[in-house]
């Protein structure tokens, strides 16, 4: 079973409106982070937001904010206001956790095409 | 300024060659990771390094080898017995594993094997 999930490939909107990228995640630990990146068709992947499994707030940064619904197990981003430097690959990742100690990978979902129309 | 150096960018070879991705970072992280990235898809972990002369397999280290040498450098080798080995390959690092570190990476090698 996948353990990240974007059911979203691809997604349009328009310049200064707000526009939400779906992540649905699979973990059965109590202790995980999730993550979102940013990939430009450059190739480089630019780090966004992260959000704890205990954090109590909703985790923002800027223009970008998550919903994060523990019992849901999602973790949606919200970019407001976007602009066409937005258009880009969205990747959301998991890091679980173990007991206390350090785990070292990130699971990348599949990824959203996001385009911002003039 | 701090960050992740990958060469080269492009990288053609034949089949049956071995070929040696670098990947040079100065942000003083202890971690390094080599991540593949094939079209419409996520990325898939290849190797990670916590330290200095250790490394572990990630889920598709078939057909790969690494080094971890000096804590700067975590070269990637792709090596004849990779089937598939055409692909966007992005290394990165981190601080550590723990929490919220999130893992920085370079501008990425395209490899191209034919």
């Known amino acids: 079973a996948q353990k990240i999930t974007q059911t979203q490939p691809g997604m349009f909107v328009q310049e200064k409106e707000a526009v939400t990228l779906d992540c649905t995640y699979d973990?059965?630990?109590?202790?995980?982070?999730l993550f979102w990146y940013k990939q430009p068709s450059s190739g480089e992947m630019i780090f966004l937001i992260y959000?704890?499994?205990?954090?109590?707030q909703n985790a923002t940064e800027g223009r970008y904010s998550l919903n994060f619904q523990k019992a849901r197990k999602s973790t949606n981003l919200v970019i407001s206001a976007s602009q066409l430097g937005d258009s880009a690959m969205y990747f959301c990742a998991m890091r679980e956790g173990q007991s206390g100690g350090s785990n070292y990978k990130l699971t990348f979902g599949k990824g959203t095409l996001l385009t911002v129309n003039p | 300024d701090g960050g992740i150096t990958q060469s080269p960018k492009y990288l053609f070879r034949k089949e049956g060659q071995n070929v040696t991705l670098s990947c040079e970072q100065n942000?003083?992280?202890?971690?390094m990771y080599w991540y593949r990235q094939d079209p419409g898809q996520g990325l898939r972990l290849i190797y990670y390094s916590q330290i200095v002369n250790d490394f572990q397999k990630g889920d598709i280290a078939e057909g790969y080898s690494v080094s971890r040498e000096k804590k700067e450098s975590f070269p990637l080798t792709v090596t004849s017995a990779q089937k598939n080995p055409t692909a966007f390959y992005l290394c990165?690092?981190?601080?550590?594993?723990?929490?919220?570190?999130?893992?920085?990476f370079g501008n990425g090698t395209r490899l191209t094997v034919t």
């Open positions: 942000l003083n992280h202890d971690a």
């Open positions: 973990t059965s630990d109590q202790s995980y982070g």
């Open positions: 990165a690092s981190s601080i550590g594993a723990r929490g919220h570190s999130p893992l920085h």
């Open positions: 959000q704890g499994s205990y954090d109590e």
